[in-house]
């Protein structure tokens, strides 16, 4: 067994320095609980940040990648599979995309990013498109891309200059019609921003977005990376705003911890990408392909999509009913929620809950994070009241 100062500076020795001290070494899970290499137990209430829709070990999940592994694991993009074509007719189906709808695999959050960002390179039609629009705090991942169309300077001043034409806009109906016209080739958005602190957007915000890139012939992409597979009550956010996007990006939960991501088109955005401009040699492969759409297969058959919109009221109550003055706002839909503070101290907050056994993320300083499994059931929100209350009651009111 390592102790914490041995693991710890293994890590410092050997991993970039772009990434911070772990908080744990954790060995095994299983359910909605993890536990550390001393034994301690803890509840998962960020579930990878969103990745582990069934939770640990879930025997759907090992089954599928201890199957797939057996028979053929990597083909390259030469080929296809079984695995590949089902998934693809899967999402083609969940989104909503229909028969015109095609898909591109890549292996991550990120991929499907870069892929959606080269999507809106090609939306030349009805005269110059050289503008791209993304949202101020908003997050789409790590590549330059990706980082391009992120909202948060802090992220991108290190890599400055970013690939050119992305402009930021506020978060409101009025930047959305004094921004959007023919020169913009896509606008992209995530539904809840959830690196932000899990934001909602203003009221009628994705339906005027809709309107308005309609009007004037502007790609509609849905970064639903952390929203998607079920994770909100619904299979994608989008559906309850009774919008179609052109586009939609989607990883995390629907591989449930085996690394995938995807971009799915609509109608004529189909068209756009052609033969050779573009292409990933692990993307699609069948290990990956067949452990998502056992996931996504076990998130249907079990009602999982309906269990996050239930189980997540019933956390917005929990935590309403603990009454504690740190509390100032519970927001978010479904098991994607987000705690506002009241006062700055949200890393305080989650370092009381660890020290409590529960694992839940401090998004900024004001906000916490909240995404267990989709698997979440009446034990585990029991024991999430009593150890997010015991979190809240140790750390000091300012």
């Not at 990434?19 to 137990?41: F, H, I, N």
């Not at 999509?305 to 100032?328: F, M």
């Not at 987000?338 to 998004?363: F, K, R, T």
């Amino acid at each position: 067994m390592s102790t914490e100062a041995e693991w710890s500076g293994r890590f410092g020795e050997s991993l970039m320095k772009s990434m911070g001290t772990p908080q744990a070494l954790l060995t095994r899970g299983e359910g909605c609980y993890v536990w550390d290499a001393s034994g301690k137990q803890y509840l998962d209430f960020l579930a990878g940040i969103a990745v582990n829709s069934l939770g640990h070990a879930h025997p759907v999940f090992v089954d599928a990648v201890s199957r797939q592994a057996a028979a053929l694991a990597h083909v390259s993009n030469y080929f296809t599979t079984t695995p590949q074509l089902e998934l693809a007719e899967r999402l083609k189906r969940i989104t909503g995309a229909g028969p015109e709808g095609r898909v591109y695999f890549g292996n991550s959050g990120a991929e499907a990013n870069e892929a959606a960002f080269k999507l809106a390179r090609l939306n030349r039609a009805g005269g110059d498109r050289h503008r791209m629009l993304a949202l101020h705090d908003s997050f789409h991942g790590r590549t330059m891309g990706a980082l391009a169309l992120t909202g948060k300077p802090s992220l991108r001043d290190a890599f400055e200059p970013m690939p050119p034409g992305v402009e930021h806009i506020d978060s409101t109906i009025e930047a959305l019609e004094r921004s959007i016209d023919s020169s913009v080739a896509a606008l992209i958005l995530e539904p809840i921003k959830g690196e932000a602190g899990v934001l909602d957007l203003p009221d009628g915000f994705l339906v005027r977005a809709r309107e308005l890139t309609e009007e004037h012939g502007v790609l509609l992409i849905l970064d639903e990376i952390q929203t998607g597979a079920g994770r909100t009550g619904s299979w994608f956010a989008y559906e309850q705003f009774g919008i179609r996007p052109d586009a939609v990006t989607m990883a995390k939960g629907m591989g449930g911890g085996f690394p995938i991501g995807a971009l799915v088109t609509f109608g004529w955005a189909s068209e756009l990408f052609q033969r050779g401009m573009h292409g990933s040699t692990f993307g699609g492969n069948p290990l990956a392909t067949a452990t998502a759409n056992a996931v996504l297969a076990e998130i249907e058959t079990a009602g999982l999509v309906q269990n996050a919109a239930v189980r997540g009221a019933q956390i917005t109550q929990i935590i309403r009913d603990l009454d504690s003055p740190h509390v100032a706002d519970v927001r978010g839909r479904g098991l994607l929620i987000g705690v506002g503070l009241a006062n700055p101290n949200a890393a305080a907050i989650a370092a009381a809950a660890l020290d409590s056994g529960l694992i839940v993320n401090a998004a900024n300083d004001s906000s916490i994070r909240i995404a267990p499994p989709l698997i979440v059931g009446d034990d585990e929100l029991r024991v999430f009241g009593e150890r997010f209350g015991a979190a809240l009651g140790a750390v000091p009111v300012v």
